[in-house]
């Protein structure tokens, strides 16, 4: 099973540029989440997803926006970069109807120049 | 304020030489406290999720425990395979998940 899919893996922008990271899961989880890890801060949630066609803001929302195109998919967006935004980011997925463990992909680590 | 902090940040030890992992939360209404592990340049991987004070997990070398305002991962006779950073997160009503900074493990043969 492939579980929580991430692309690209890395990537390196300049200021302003925009991007869209793409997350897919196989599971059926109907939650999907997209985190940011940065050093001495631990995982920050983003936004998160708790079912098809709803979306909500996390802890550091400001300067993402996501989609959540259907049950599998949930894409983050970074429409004018900032050097502040380097990090690597994860997508994650949950079955809210069991134990509601996180399953990640295995990240972006993104550079913003 | 919802909070989440493990100790020690890093901690190296021989190989069988058994410790614990500290994590110790501040918030309301816990859902669940939940153990993952972090290789370098993965995703976290998950371990044990504990949901009332007293609850025990176990999973070969590792034990997990739950206290009102604490949780340990015991870590006993290790090996070099279980160097890795362990994460400690807890789950808040809402369905949101606070993460601490991590354990960062190594253990030298």
């Known amino acids: 099973n492939a579980g929580v899919t991430q692309t690209p893996k890395f990537q390196v922008l300049k200021t302003g540029q925009s991007m869209t990271l793409q997350c897919a899961q196989d599971m059926n989880h109907n939650s999907m989440y997209w985190y940011r890890q940065d050093p001495g801060m631990g995982l920050r949630l983003i936004y998160y997803?708790?079912?098809?066609?709803?979306?909500d803001k996390g802890e550091v929302p400001n300067g993402y926006n996501v989609s959540r195109l259907n049950k599998r998919e949930f894409s983050l967006r970074l429409e004018s970069a900032a050097p502040s935004q380097t990090s690597v980011y994860f997508c994650?997925?949950?079955?809210?109807?069991?134990?509601?463990?996180?399953?990640f992909g295995s990240g972006t680590q993104l550079s913003v120049l | 304020e919802d909070q989440v902090t493990q100790s020690p940040e890093a901690l190296r030890l021989q190989e069988g030489e058994s410790s614990s992992l500290n994590c110790s939360y501040t918030v309301s209404g816990l859902r669940g406290l939940f153990w993952y592990r972090q290789d370098p340049g993965k995703g976290p991987e998950f371990l044990f999720t504990?949901?009332?004070a007293g609850e025990e997990k176990e999973k070969e070398r590792l034990k997990a425990t739950l206290t009102k305002k604490e949780s340990f991962l015991h870590i006993t006779a290790p090996k070099p395979e279980d160097s890795a950073t362990y994460l400690c997160?807890?789950?808040?009503?809402?369905?949101?998940?606070?993460f601490g900074t991590g354990t960062s493990l190594t253990v030298i043969p």
């Open positions: 997160a807890v789950q808040a009503p809402g369905n949101q998940f606070y």
């Open positions: 994650a997925s949950s079955d809210r109807d069991r134990n509601e463990k996180l399953f």
């Open positions: 504990l949901y009332s």
């Open positions: 997803s708790a079912s098809e066609g709803t979306t």
